[in-house]
């Protein structure tokens, strides 16, 4: 975890005033850690505009995740991933939600800490499977087919430090969304 800095503050405040001199809140971490239920919240409490990283990537290419992994494979994810996250942060003053693998490329992670404040969201394992296997909910995750726990167990090994550059880490297995919400505005 780096230094809390103030590089991710611009000249810019916000519509309500609650904050001073922001670019983005942009928020990481791994599948079912809650960065788009928590985007929700943050961006309704700052008045911002939430983007979901992975929302406009189903727009761009016209069909939902599954079908890209399936029909161009998962490096031909990862560039369109870059290439709409690149755009998403050329703009400033949004809450972005970003995908579970955004953090991966190099590239992705200094944009992410030039675009404005990186928050990483954590949830112990049993937490992650059940919000994201147990509820059915696996199905939108191409990288979770099969067996949903084993594929989450294999990712949290190969995945261990991907999150660590953030400037703000929030463990959210015993927290309710709106408490994780509370507990990122009060470190922004
Ligand atoms: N703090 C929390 N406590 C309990 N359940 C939560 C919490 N945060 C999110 N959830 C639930 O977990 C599930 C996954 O949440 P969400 O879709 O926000 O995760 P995500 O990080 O965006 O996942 P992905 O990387 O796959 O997009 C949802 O059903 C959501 O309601
Ligand atoms: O963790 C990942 O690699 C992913 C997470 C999701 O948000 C999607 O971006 C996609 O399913 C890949
Ligand atoms: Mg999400």
Same mark, same amino acid.
């Not at 261990?160 to 400037?167: G, I």
């Not at 959210?172 to 927290?175: I, K, M, N, V």
């Given at each position: 975890m780096i230094e809390h800095a103030e590089s991710w503050k611009t000249e810019k405040t916000d519509v309500r005033g609650l $904050?001073? /001199? $922001?670019?983005n809140i942009i928020i990481v971490g791994f599948?079912?850690?809650g960065k788009t239920t928590v985007s929700r919240l943050v961006a309704d409490r700052l008045g911002w505009v939430r983007v979901d990283t992975d929302d406009e990537i189903v727009r761009r290419a016209g069909k939902p995740i599954p079908a890209i992994f399936a029909n161009e494979g998962e490096a031909a994810f990862r560039d369109l991933e870059s290439r709409v996250l690149a755009r998403v942060l050329a703009r400033s003053g949004q809450v972005v939600a970003t995908g579970g693998? /955004?953090? %991966? *490329?190099e590239k992705n992670r200094r944009l992410m800490l030039d675009g404005g404040l990186v928050v990483a969201l954590t949830a112990d394992r049993e937490s992650l499977i059940a919000r994201v296997a147990g509820g059915g +909910? /696996?199905?939108?995750r191409p990288l979770l087919a099969g067996d949903a726990a084993e594929r989450i167990d294999t990712l949290l090994r190969t995945r *261990?430090? /991907?999150? +660590?550059?953030?400037?703000v880490a929030i463990d @959210? @297995? *015993? %927290?309710s969304p709106e408490e994780v919400a509370e507990e990122l505005l009060s470190r922004a």
């Open positions: $904050q001073t /001199a $922001q670019k599948m079912g850690t693998g /955004a953090v %991966l *490329r +909910d /696996a199905a939108s *261990r430090n /991907a999150y +660590d550059f953030a400037h @959210t @297995t *015993r %927290l």
